[in-house]
């Protein structure tokens, strides 16, 4: 399968979460993928959208819904794990594309999520850790969170963090600014 270079995916998800661990018999899954499509060639963001998720085995708690804004009657009303998945592969090529997230939750959550559903993994195999390249481009001694990456960089929070589909917005934000910048240096004649 040819892989398609002209989109990166900002993938972020939310799950459901407590304040402590979680009640016996549930689980942290997945209630909202949110996506945001970056232009390749421009740096623009050119698509963002989020999907939510009903999950099998928890239920949003207060905690998970001060934290995120979704509740328990906005995932009902979303789409099945495997359906959203289906949806990343078919409308957004994911298996095709070189995929992002700022840090590496995301993906460890959608393997975790995966095998144990015995669903095929809808991405491909080439992620770009947006948390770490941050911090090894700015030289940082440590990784930062979003929304001090944003600062950083002099960038708005657009949007409710925590919310997916906000928070892959401003991570493809965050990814469009460091690929623009590397391309200026690499454009610019080397001093002497």
Known sequence: MARKLDRLLVIDVEATCWDG??????????????????????????????????????????FCTKLTTLTQRQVNDGVSFERACTILQRKFKSRQRIWASYGDYDRCQFQKQCHERGIDYPFSGSH?????????VRALPYEIGLLKALDLLDL???????????????TGLILSKLLLQRRVMLAEPLQE
């Open 128 to 136: 770009i850790n947006v948390k770490s390249m941050l911090a090894l």
């Open 156 to 170: 708005p929070v657009e949007g409710v963090h925590h919310r997916g589909v906000d928070d892959a917005w401003n």
């Open 21 to 62: 661990p979680p009640p016996t018999g549930q689980e942290p899954e997945i209630i909202e993928i949110g996506i945001c499509a970056v232009d390749i060639r421009t740096g623009e963001r050119v698509d963002r959208q989020s999907i939510l998720v009903q999950p099998e085995h928890s239920h949003v708690s207060p």
